[in-house]
């Protein structure tokens, strides 16, 4: 089934349902919202209720109106009016609903929200299965097949941990176990925004949706320290802070889930302390540990294009999140193949030297400004446990203090520990790459 979204002349984004029937082949080539019934069903467990297809519809929605809505040049702030037909439209109008979900959206993308919730005239077809299962859980966790999140569903009791995929790697797979796949694609052939800060949004949605299906108040946040305050704490310049996985956001979206829901939701970020090379050694010490599991996980953000060199799809090697794998495996002492990226041997003393040749192979000209970018924002979190010279960690202390109930006392020794720690492991990784790496220049000539 799928659901059109129209962006009419006036500027708000308005959702429609379309014909649920129309069969998925036909939307090749179309902007669309497709709900995947497969991977819908994995999250019924008997119980399911309108108010679910609502926050999943909403959810998508509120991706869709993110990615149509370009952002000024000299503006980062949007106003965005997005109007969404539902089951049950009176309970998102109730402004104990609305204002919690229009303030989560308003701190997570730094946007303006407005909400029309309409009545949904023809509502989905029911699930024709019922997914039971006797163990209703302590635990669920937003499960991206990632680093992270393989180390730390490795650190919790498999019997009291969930795992809600949020991928596509099973969705067409028959539902015989819970929560297989995100239940929905959002198709945009021309994002007007790629900046994709509404993402947070939707994978804390999805989480708070199974975890109410399956009776759970805790939701595990695997994201380490540099991944869920770096961010914020070493933004882009005339970029709006990113707290996709920052405690604040989380926050709002509690508010907002226990208004909705009726269930008081907590999202707990157990390695919020700790880097990802510090979580890895913690799980690869653990009895039963999988060591080649964890080099099977993907990190890389970058398009199929920039990874394909014709013998299957490998990592770039180059991005943020591809650079602080290769920082975290150096910590924690493992090596992983050299086939596993496509810019494999950083110690060259250019891009252009690191670059394949291999099958004509050409990457896109964002690729270097984007590799560049990563490397200098690794560089500035570490230089900040030395450096921050502009004082701004304790007001980032003071709004995680607030958020996480610490004191700004502790919350100052946590980030000094955690950028240190950083800082460390980041030294360490560029002077393994030898003083010729062009890693080291980009980062302004300290390895």
Known sequence: MSVNVQIPKSSEVAVTLADIKQPYASLKGQDYIHFNEKALVSFNFGKWEPVYYDALLVAAAVEWADRKTPRKAFCWERQIRLSVPLHEPERWQDPSVSEPLRRALAFLTGDRWAFNFQKLEEGF??????????????HVMAYSEGLDSRCVSGLYDKAKLVKVRVGKSRASRPAKEPFTAIPFEVKIKHPR???????????????????????????????????????????LARHYPDYRNHPAFFRRMEAFVE???????????????STKGQTLREYLNREGADREAVKQTRSCWQTRHNISLGDGRRQCGLCSACQLRRLSFHAAGVEEPEEAYVWSDLSVPSYEAATPSTNGFQPSKSMKPLATAGVQHLEHLARLHIEDSAGQLPSHARQIAAATGQSQRAVMHGLNELLAAHHEEWTNYKKSLGKASFIGLWAGGNA
């Open 125 to 138: 077809p029911a699930l024709r299965d019922s997914l039971d299962f006797s163990n209703r859980y302590e």
């Open 193 to 235: 925004d790629d900046v994709g800060r509404a993402r947070g949004f939707k994978f804390a949605m999805i989480s708070a949706v199974a975890a109410h299906l399956c009776d759970s108040s805790s939701i595990i946040v695997p994201e380490s320290g540099q991944g869920a305050l770096g961010p914020s704490l070493a933004g």
């Open 259 to 273: 208004a909705l829901l009726g269930q008081s939701i907590h999202y707990r970020q157990p390695r919020l302390w």
